[in-house]
């Protein structure tokens, strides 16, 4: 294992700087965090150990045409003090992780599995006695199969009392340690992706667009599920302000996946598909948090389709989160393109709803994009100008590459310090951008990408029984500039120099 903290002082990085003006971690305010994060089912693995049972991530994974699951993933189970001291050494403030329901209440509900409570345990105070920062993700994709099985999951409203018990031992159990909550993960592109499209976790799906599905309804589901997050997010936000936040003082957000987005052309078409994106992908759970209702163009567009909250539903999940997770990655164009009116309203599914095409900018495509910082610092001041300027914690960035790639991760390098230098400009000009959280910490089981592209700060070869850890240049950039010894102040050095001996090793 190399020692990162020996090859941060030979590492002299110094990149063109094209979009930003420079910068230093000190420009950022002393209490903003910066960060990496993994989830439970993609670091973890370990998953019928101690008392775990199946999420329906691990039945996903594990149903025909996929290639890989996270079975074993990176052993963050077994490794997880190896990696606190790998985050030490690169002088990461705060961690983001998940918490697998079902290792801490196996089926879902009911007694708590002593030994998954004391592996979160021993992780957060790991974190804690390292002066690493816990962020906690409750929800991220890996709803207990039973609760699937048993009356199905996300769209029945039985899912609002159960996340409200497991939300409760988690803050009964850690939340001494841990200030930073986010309920859900990426909740409307988990709707979209689980229940429109079937590309996620269940699999639901009617239209058949992406994947073929056995189960679901691409027309409603989507909804529904959205519903009954932020009901979920609700109901646990009201109960931690209620029992525990005056003696443990966190906060407690919902996160969302923001696009960076554009409009195609300066058509009044485009124009008004552009503000009904903006309505459709971020208004959808953003508004009725801020503001208490969905909106409108929603409402109009899919009638009886769009659950209704109750007056006092609304009162409950108006204000509900202290702040707003940010998941970005990557910006496109958005063109309209109005359903045909001769397609039903049973036969639509979240896309057609929204009447919307996106279009990749350069090179972008699904697994892998160009840096498009300004689009980034569009999210941050929309969201600032439209959402009265909420905080923020960007709980998600960075680039995948080819998991064999080099270690020399250049791209990745230019991609994370251009997002950095955007949310800066963005902080000047009002945002209350608070944090900062690279994905991945290091190579995971992905999502979309199981082990063929990978977003790590830290190389993980999943050949080797050990599952060696090495760091990437991206890992030494990152820990440069957390420690204050990477220049990113030199403008128009256009090469990137580096003596960056992990090179050798791949
Ligand atoms: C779904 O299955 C049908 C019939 O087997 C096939 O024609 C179609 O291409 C499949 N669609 C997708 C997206 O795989
Ligand atoms: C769109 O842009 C073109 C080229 O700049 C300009 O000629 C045209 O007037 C613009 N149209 C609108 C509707 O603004
Ligand atoms: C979806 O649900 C709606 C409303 O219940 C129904 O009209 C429609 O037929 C369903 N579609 C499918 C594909 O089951
Ligand atoms: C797209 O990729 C090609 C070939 O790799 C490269 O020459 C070109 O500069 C790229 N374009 C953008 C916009 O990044
Ligand atoms: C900076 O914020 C002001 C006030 O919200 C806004 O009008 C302006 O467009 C912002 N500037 C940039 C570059 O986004
Ligand atoms: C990964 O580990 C295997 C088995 O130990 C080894 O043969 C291989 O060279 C390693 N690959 C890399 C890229 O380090
Ligand atoms: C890189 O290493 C060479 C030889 O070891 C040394 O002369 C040079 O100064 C180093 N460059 C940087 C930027 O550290």
């Avoid at 906060?251 to 309505?279: C, H, M, V, W």
């Amino acid at each position: 294992m190399q020692s990162l903290s020996l090859l941060s002082v030979s590492v002299v990085i110094v990149l063109a700087v094209s979009y930003s003006d420079a910068f230093t971690r000190n420009d950022f305010p002393k209490d903003f965090l910066f960060g990496a994060a993994t989830s439970a089912y993609q670091w973890e693995g370990a998953v019928d150990e101690d008392g775990r049972t199946p999420s329906v991530w691990d039945t996903f994974s594990h149903s025909d045409n996929k290639k890989g699951d996270g079975d074993i993933a990176c052993d963050g189970y077994h490794k997880y003090q190896e990696d606190v001291k790998l985050m030490a050494e690169m002088g990461l403030e705060a961690f983001r992780f998940s918490i697998s329901w079902t290792r801490l209440i196996p089926n879902g509900r009911g007694p708590v599995n002593p030994k998954g409570l004391k592996f979160y345990k021993n992780l957060i105070k790991e974190l804690r006695s390292h002066g690493i920062e816990p962020h906690v993700t409750l929800y991220h994709y890996d709803l207990p199969q039973a609760l699937e099985d048993e009356y199905g999951g996300w769209i029945n409203r039985k899912i609002i009392e159960d996340f409200t018990s497991f939300a409760d031992v988690c803050f009964r159990e850690f939340g001494e340690d841990v200030k930073l909550w986010t309920t859900i993960n990426e909740a409307n592109i988990f709707a979209i992706g689980a229940y429109s499209e079937g590309f996620l976790p269940p699999g639901h799906c009617s239209t058949n667009t992406f994947v073929n599905c056995s189960t679901g309804n691409s027309s409603t589901e989507p909804y529904i599920a959205g519903h009954n997050l932020l009901l979920a997010h609700a109901s646990a936000s009201k109960l931690y302000r209620l029992k525990y936040k005056s003696k443990q003082r966190g906060s407690i957000g919902f996160s969302i996946y923001a696009y960076g987005l554009s409009p195609y052309t300066n058509s009044t078409d485009d124009e008004i598909a552009f503000q009904r994106a903006k309505d459709f992908l971020f208004g959808w759970m953003l508004k009725p948090l801020v503001y208490g209702e969905y909106p409108d163009v929603m409402k109009k567009t899919l009638g009886s389709r769009l659950p209704v909250f109750s007056e006092e539903e609304t009162e409950q999940v108006k204000g509900s989160s202290d702040f707003f997770g940010i998941i970005h990655y990557m910006t496109v164009y958005v063109t309209n393109s109005k359903p045909s009116p001769s397609l039903p309203p049973s036969n639509r599914e979240f896309f057609t709803d929204m009447g919307v095409d996106t279009i990749f900018i350069g090179n972008s495509s699904f697994f892998g994009w160009d840096a498009i910082p300004w689009g980034f610092e569009g999210v941050l001041e929309y969201l600032k100008q439209s959402y009265n300027n909420p905080p923020l914690y960007i709980l998600e960035n960075g680039l995948p590459m080819e998991h064999d790639s080099a270690l020399q991760d250049t791209p990745r390098v230019e991609y994370i310090q251009a997002y950095i230098g955007a949310m800066l400009n963005a902080i000047k000009n009002g945002s209350d951008t608070r944090g900062y959280f690279v994905w991945s910490m290091i190579d995971l089981y992905e999502l979309l990408a199981e082990y063929k592209n990978s977003f790590g700060l830290y190389y993980v070869n999943f050949s080797d029984p050990g599952l060696k850890r090495s760091p990437k240049l991206s890992a030494s950039w990152y820990s440069g500039f957390l420690k204050g010894t990477v220049d990113v102040a030199s403008q128009d050095i256009t090469q990137s120099q580096s003596n960056f001996s992990g090179s050798s090793s791949l």
